[in-house]
C-alpha cells in the first residue's frame, strides 16, 4: 500500500514559490535550531522462552567467561544470522533476574513478564502470583520510560506521533503484558501485522499521513532557508533579469529536492506477505510493519512480544527440512512454541534452536534495511539511531530464571560499546535496565527494584553496568 505525499507536485511548485516570493526578506526559521542530538530510538523484541542449557555454547556464544571481542567464531547458530552486526552487538550472559527472587515472586509466565521490563513486582497484590488484566505495576516498563523520554527530549526538532506501541501477533486479553505505563498501568498491544499496518497507514487522518505532512513541510521551509542564504549575497546587486532567472531555478529546484527527500524521510510501501490470522506464523509481516514505522518517525519506542502478548503462540512448521531433520522435529515445529518449548529431548531442543534461528534471520534481514535509510536528521541511517534490545523472560525453556540471554545491537550514536561478550555475573536486571536508559541518553540512575507494597529494594540496584557504555559518549 503506498499512500501519496500530502500535496501535489503542483502544490509544491506553488508552495515553493511563495516562500520564495522575497529571496531577500529576513528568513524566520520554521523549526528549532538543529540541536546536533541524533533523533535515538528503542526497539524491543522479546520471546518468552530461553535457550536449553545444554547446548549454550554451540547455539548461544561459545564461552560465557570473562568479557572480550566477539569473532564470527564465537557467535553460536542462533547468532549468526547476525555476523554481519558482529561489531554493534553486545552479548551478555551470566546475569539472573534477580528482582524476581527478592521479590518473592514465583517463575510462572506472569510474573516473569511484570519482571523483565520493570524489574519490580506486579503491585497489585491480589494479582501477583498471576497478574491478569488491570494489574497494576509500581514501576514503568523500560520501553515506556525510554519512548516518553525520547519524545519529549527531541520533540522539537523530531517530532513524534507515538512515545510507545506495543506490537504482537496474538492479543492475550486475560494476562499480563510486558508493557506499563508511567502510572503503572498494563499495555495493550495492537495484535496482528493487518492490525498494526492498519493503525499506522491506512485510516484516512492516520499517523503516517500526518506525520508525512509535518515532516515533507519542515523539510521544505530547511531547503527555502537553505536556498535563500545560498542566492542572497550574489544577488543583493544583480540586475532584474538575474534576479528572476534565479527565483524560477531556484523554485523547480527546491520543489525537485522537496520531493526526494519526502521519499527519503517516509514511503510507507508495505508489501506484507499474506497474514492468514490466528496464531500462525507473521513475524516478517509485522517487521515489515516496524521498518516503516521507523522510516516514518512515528515512534521512539517500539515493543514486539513474538507469538503473543506474553506467550509466543506460534507454530513454525515451514521451517521443517525432510532431508535435515526426523519427523520428531516436525512434529514439535507444527505445535504452538508454548506447548512444544518446555521438552527437553533432542527432537524438542533441535526445534527451538531452529526457531530461535529463524527469528534472528527475520531481525537481520530488518537491521539490513535500518542500515540502508537514512534518517531524518539528515547525518545518520535508521540503525545509526537505534538500539535494538533481544531478551526473553527466560534463562532455559524449563521456566529458568537465571543466566538469561540478553543481546543488544547498538547503533553508532547510542552510548553503548558494541563488538563484545560481556560476563555480567553478579549484576541485577535492573541494572541492565538503567544501560539501557542511560545508553539513550536518560539520566536514571537506578531502574525499578521495588516490592508490590512500593518498597524499594535497594539490593536491586547498583547503577549501570559502566563497562557496557562507551567513554568517548
Same mark, same amino acid.
Not at 542449557?53 to 567464531?73: C, F, H, K, N, P
Not at 521490563?117 to 488484566?133: F, I
Not at 521507523?294 to 512448521?317: R, W
Not at 529494594?457 to 547503577?463: C, D, I, P, S
Given at each position: ?34 540541536? %546536533? ?23 548461544? #556464544? ?13 557467535? $553460536? ?21 534477580? @528482582? ?26 491480589? @494479582? ?9 505495576? &509500581? ?50 498491544? &495492537? ?51 538575474? &534576479? ?29 506477505? %499474506?497474514?492468514? $490470522? ?23 519506542? #517500539? ?7 506474553? #506467550? ?113 555475573? %553478579? ?35 547498583? %547503577? ?10
Amino acid at each position: 500500500m503506498r499512500r501519496p505525499h500530502p500535496y501535489s507536485r503542483r502544490e509544491a511548485l506553488s508552495m515553493a514559490a511563495g516562500a520564495l516570493a522575497l529571496p531577500f526578506a529576513p528568513l524566520r526559521r520554521a523549526a528549532a535550531a538543529p540541536s %546536533g542530538k541524533p533523533p535515538l530510538r528503542l526497539l524491543t523484541i522479546i520471546d518468552s522462552f530461553g535457550l536449553t542449557s545444554s547446548q549454550r555454547a554451540s547455539t548461544w #556464544i561459545s564461552s560465557e567467561v570473562g568479557d572480550y571481542a566477539l569473532q564470527d567464531s564465537d557467535l $553460536g547458530t542462533v547468532l549468526q544470522p547476525l555476523a554481519t552486526y558482529r561489531d554493534q552487538m553486545l552479548v551478555m550472559t551470566g546475569m539472573d533476574m534477580v @528482582s524476581r527472587t527478592e521479590t518473592g515472586n514465583a517463575s510462572n509466565h506472569g510474573a516473569l513478564t511484570c519482571h523483565l521490563l520493570t524489574g519490580s513486582r506486579v503491585a497489585n497484590a491480589a @494479582s501477583a502470583a498471576r497478574p491478569g488484566a488491570g494489574a497494576t505495576q &509500581v514501576h514503568p516498563s523500560v520501553d515506556v520510560r525510554v519512548g516518553t523520554f525520547l519524545s519529549n527530549e527531541y520533540g522539537l526538532q523530531f517530532p513524534r506521533v507515538y512515545p510507545h506501541l506495543f506490537f504482537t501477533d496474538y492479543a492475550e486479553r486475560t494476562k499480563a503484558t510486558y508493557c506499563y505505563d508511567l502510572q503503572g498501568r498494563q499495555i495493550r498491544s &495492537v495484535a496482528s501485522a493487518s492490525s498494526i499496518a492498519s493503525t499506522l497507514f491506512e485510516a484516512g487522518d492516520s499517523a503516517a499521513a500526518a506525520q508525512l505532512d509535518v515532516r515533507s513541510r519542515l523539510a521544505m521551509m530547511e531547503l527555502i532557508g537553505e536556498r535563500v542564504r545560498s542566492v542572497r549575497g550574489d544577488l543583493v546587486n544583480a540586475s532584474a533579469p538575474t &534576479v528572476m532567472d534565479a527565483y524560477e531555478s531556484s523554485v523547480e529546484e527546491v520543489a525537485r529536492e522537496l520531493e526526494l527527500r519526502a521519499d527519503l524521510i517516509c514511503d510507507p510501501t508495505l508489501e506484507l506477505v %499474506g497474514e492468514t $490470522g490466528g496464531r500462525s506464523r507473521n513475524t516478517a509481516d509485522i517487521l515489515e510493519c516496524i521498518y516503516h514505522a521507523f522510516a516514518c518517525d512515528l515512534a521512539s519506542s #517500539i515493543t514486539y512480544a513474538l507469538g503473543g502478548e506474553q #506467550i509466543n503462540q506460534m507454530s513454525h512448521g515451514s521451517l521443517y527440512d525432510d532431508t535435515l531433520y526426523d519427523s520428531d522435529v516436525q512434529t514439535y515445529l507444527n505445535r504452538n512454541f508454548h506447548s512444544q518449548s518446555h521438552q527437553t529431548d533432542e527432537a524438542a531442543e533441535k526445534a527451538q534452536e531452529l526457531v530461535r534461528i529463524d527469528e534472528c534471520r527475520l531481525l537481520a534481514g530488518l537491521l539490513d534495511r535500518l542500515a540502508t535509510t537514512p534518517d531524518v536528521d539528515g547525518q545518520s541511517t535508521l540503525l545509526d539511531n537505534t538500539l535494538v534490545y533481544v531478551t526473553s523472560t527466560m534463562g532455559s525453556n524449563v521456566h529458568g530464571t537465571t543466566n538469561i540471554p540478553h543481546l543488544l545491537i547498538a547503533g553508532q550514536n547510542t552510548r553503548l560499546r558494541g563488538g563484545h561478550h560481556y560476563d555480567c555475573s %553478579g549484576a541485577t536486571n535492573n541494572d541492565l535496565l538503567t544501560t539501557i536508559a542511560q545508553g539513550l541518553t536518560l539520566p536514571d540512575t537506578d531502574f525499578g527494584g521495588y516490592n508490590s507494597d512500593g518498597a524499594r529494594l535497594a539490593q536491586l540496584n547498583n %547503577g549501570p553496568i559502566s563497562r557496557l557504555l562507551r567513554s568517548d559518549a
